[in-house]
């Protein structure tokens, strides 16, 4: 087994961006913290983390979005037209590719926490995966191969429109779509719906039905779409334990039993929560790092 190159990784959020050098979670050798503030002072703070840093031989960066991921592309690297007043069109991996001259992995957080679930979490060692986060957005990733599915960019599978719930015509809060998956479930949309917190809804509230049925349709389409060995399911809304085993039903109805595979129809282990918590994202850098040096990450996974 060669050793996992050290990688430099960077989850840029919308709040707060952490720095980690690691090699994989059992080998984190520092993690710093800072706010994401303006894009100059963060980039220089972020740089500033990685100057002291040496031995690094890649950089990982998972990103709030949307990015554009597609090398062919003149503005790869950068974040591209988010509502965060200034972001829009910031180049972080070009910059901090050309600073520190190594192979620099970017790609979205999603995608990010995606990876480090397939490797280390809740789907260790499974090549093929999604990764579901239900918070402030809806996002989804798919891990195909031990690599991300991509195509020009990368998925959108939050705001496709469900079949609406049963006497459920409620508009939503998609600026875009009203109710797509993201408009009906993300955690504003709920609060905009019942008027306080969805934090604050208790298991029997009405509202939880509408929004496991939706999310059981998400489900469906990733089944059918990417045909994972296993959805991992965070973020906080995912939060209410109560949802897990509703949206796991909700899938089941959906499918209609179409989908007669064993993994899939064992819904306690194929519909499961996070393993990693908030590493989730930096540890997901260290994976697009070693990636981007072409660097086989071990995983556990044996092909039966
Ligand atoms: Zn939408």
Request: aromatic share 6%.
């Amino acid at each position: 087994m060669t050793e996992a190159p050290l990688v430099a990784g960077i989850e840029l959020g919308g709040t707060k961006c952490i720095c980690i050098l690691a090699r994989g979670p059992d080998q984190i050798e520092e993690t710093v913290r800072i706010p994401t503030t303006r894009p100059e002072e963060t980039m220089a703070a972020i740089e500033a983390v990685l100057d002291r840093w040496s031995g690094f031989v890649a950089i990982g960066i998972a990103s709030f979005g949307p990015v554009s991921i597609d090398r062919h592309s003149h503005d790869y690297g950068h974040i591209t037209t988010t509502p965060k007043p200034g972001w829009a069109g910031t180049d972080i991996a070009g910059r901090l590719q050309r600073r520190y001259g190594v192979p620099t992995g970017f790609h979205s957080d999603v995608v990010g926490a995606a990876l480090a679930e397939a490797f280390w979490g809740a789907a260790k060692g499974l090549p093929d995966i999604a990764y579901v986060t239900v918070g402030t957005g809806v996002g989804a990733g798919m891990i195909a191969n031990n690599r991300p599915v991509d195509g020009l960019t990368h998925s959108e599978l939050g705001h496709i429109r469900p079949a609406r719930f049963q006497g459920d015509d409620w508009i939503g809060n998609c600026p875009f779509h009203g109710a797509c998956i993201e408009g009906l479930v993300a955690g504003p949309a709920i609060a905009a719906r019942i008027g306080f917190p969805a934090d604050e809804a208790p298991a029997e509230h009405p509202v939880w039905d509408g929004v496991a049925d939706a999310l059981g349709q998400l489900c469906h389409t990733l089944v059918l779409t990417g045909i994972p060995r296993r959805i991992v399911m965070g973020g906080g809304v995912m939060g209410a334990s109560h949802l897990f085993p509703r949206v796991r039903a909700a899938m089941t109805r959906s499918l209609g039993g179409y989908i007669t595979l064993p993994e899939v129809a064992l819904t306690d282990t194929f519909i499961v929560p996070p393993a990693l918590g908030n590493n989730a994202g930096p540890l997901g850098a260290i994976v697009l790092g070693a990636q981007a040096l072409g660097h086989k990450l071990e995983t556990s996974f044996t092909p039966s």
